[in-house]
């Protein structure tokens, strides 16, 4: 695992943006694995400016996200549709039939989530995976538990991140309790990796993971010490608490 401090959160998404565009230049039709959440704002932003002022291309990317909310409708600025189409999406110039955001208003969720996963494997599988990271160290919304999915699932959110999450809603009781999130096997299987960590709430959680001596359920993230090509950047806040 590849570890890279940067001074702040600008130069961290800065950082990011550059990691993601040269490997967008080696890959014109690249599948990129999308997060939502703060942390990937300033990189979104970071990609919209390269795609203006320098002619960054994505009309043959395809992009997978990660997770979205159950029991949201997708015009409500906190679905992950909605996230993703007024942060990056309407930016750029990428064919919206490529973009996949988790339809977690599908009829049939359980069958919906195996498409998913079959859907990325079609695709050719995630070139370039994004990930924050949760105060608890989940990634996409596998929270720390005995088990932990494999595949695309259906799962509840832990009182931690309804907590972290409910910054973005009017009210606690509004942020909903279930989501549909891509299983852990489904992110390991990305060929490449780049977790983004930025600030001091996320500090417990970075330090065991870049400790690197143990994986456990209990912090999610730290499976990824077991993927041969992940790189995360972090802020001095993150790095040092
Ligand atoms: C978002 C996601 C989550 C977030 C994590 C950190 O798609 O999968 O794992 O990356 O909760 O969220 P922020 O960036 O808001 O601190």
């Given at each position: ?37 703060s ?17 960054l ?34 930016h ?16 049939d969720l ?65 942020v ?61 806040e993150?790095?040092?608490?």
């Open positions: 695992m590849k570890v890279i401090v940067e001074k702040d959160y600008a130069a961290l998404s800065k950082k990011a943006a550059e990691i993601v565009k040269e490997e967008m230049l080696k890959k014109k039709d690249i599948v990129l694995g999308l997060a939502t959440g942390t990937p704002l300033g990189l979104y932003q970071e990609l919209i400016r390269m795609h203006k002022d320098e002619g291309d994505f009309s043959e990317v395809t992009t997978f996200n990660l997770d979205e909310y159950i029991g949201i409708d997708y015009d409500n600025p906190n679905s992950y549709h909605y996230y993703m189409k007024n942060n990056l999406f309407k750029i110039n990428i064919d919206a039939n490529n973009t996949f955001v988790p339809d977690a208003n599908a009829k359980e069958d919906y989530c195996k498409e998913y996963d079959r859907l990325i494997e079609e695709k050719g599988g995630i070139d370039l995976q994004i990930l924050g990271i949760g105060v608890n160290g989940h990634i996409g919304f596998n929270e720390p538990d005995e088990e932990l999915n494999v595949g695309t699932s259906i799962v509840n959110l832990t009182e931690s991140t309804i907590q972290a999450n409910s910054r973005f809603f009017d009210s606690i009781d509004q909903p309790k279930k989501a549909v999130t891509m299983g852990i096997g489904s992110i390991m299987k990305a060929k490449k990796i780049l977790l983004l960590a930025s600030g001091k709430s996320k500090h417990e959680a970075i330090k065991k993971l870049i400790k690197g001596d143990k994986v456990t359920t209990q912090l999610p993230a730290s499976l990824l010490l077991l993927h041969p090509d992940v790189t995360v950047i972090v802020d001095e993150a790095y040092r608490g």
